[in-house]
C-alpha cells in the first residue's frame, strides 16, 4: 500500500513557476513509476510527466521544455517543476504510482495509487 500526498498548487500569473511536491509513504518508493496527472474542470484526467524507478522520464508534448519531474528517493518525494505557466495549464494535478518501470505510463488506468491533488490557477 502505498499513499500520495501532493503540495505545492497555488494562483500564479502567466509567466510565472511553480514547483508541486508528490510524498509518498512506503520503503519500496524508488522502485515505484510516478506520474504527473491534471485535470481542468470539465475535462478528462490528462498525462502530464512521469518517472520510472530507472530515472527515465517522459512528459506530454504540451508541456515538454517547460515542466521537469524529478525525484528525491532518498525523501520519498517527486517533484514537478513548471516554468512558463499560462493559464492553459490550470487544472487539479495529481501524482500517482505503480510498481516498477510502467511502459503505460501516460494511461491513468495503469497507476494503482493516486493523491487528492492539489489546484493550480493561471491568471492571464
Known amino acids: 500500500q502505498m499513499q500520495l500526498v501532493e503540495s505545492g498548487g497555488a494562483l500564479v500569473q502567466a509567466g510565472n513557476s511553480l514547483r508541486l511536491s508528490c510524498a509518498a509513504s512506503g520503503r519500496t518508493f524508488s522502485s515505484y513509476t510516478i506520474g504527473w496527472f491534471r485535470q481542468a474542470p470539465g475535462k478528462e484526467r490528462d498525462f502530464v510527466a512521469a518517472?520510472?524507478?530507472?530515472?527515465?522520464?517522459y512528459y506530454a508534448d504540451a508541456v515538454k521544455g517547460r515542466f521537469t519531474i524529478s525525484r528525491d528517493n532518498a525523501k520519498n518525494t517527486v517533484y514537478l517543476q513548471m516554468n512558463s505557466l499560462n493559464p492553459e495549464d490550470t487544472a487539479v494535478y495529481y501524482c500517482?504510482?505503480?510498481?516498477?518501470?510502467?511502459?503505460?505510463?501516460?494511461?491513468?488506468?495503469?497507476?494503482?495509487?493516486w493523491g487528492q491533488g492539489t489546484q493550480v490557477t493561471v491568471s492571464s
Open positions: 500517482a504510482a505503480q510498481l516498477g518501470n510502467n511502459y503505460y505510463y501516460a494511461d491513468l488506468r495503469r497507476y494503482a495509487y
Open positions: 518517472s520510472w524507478s530507472s530515472g527515465a522520464t
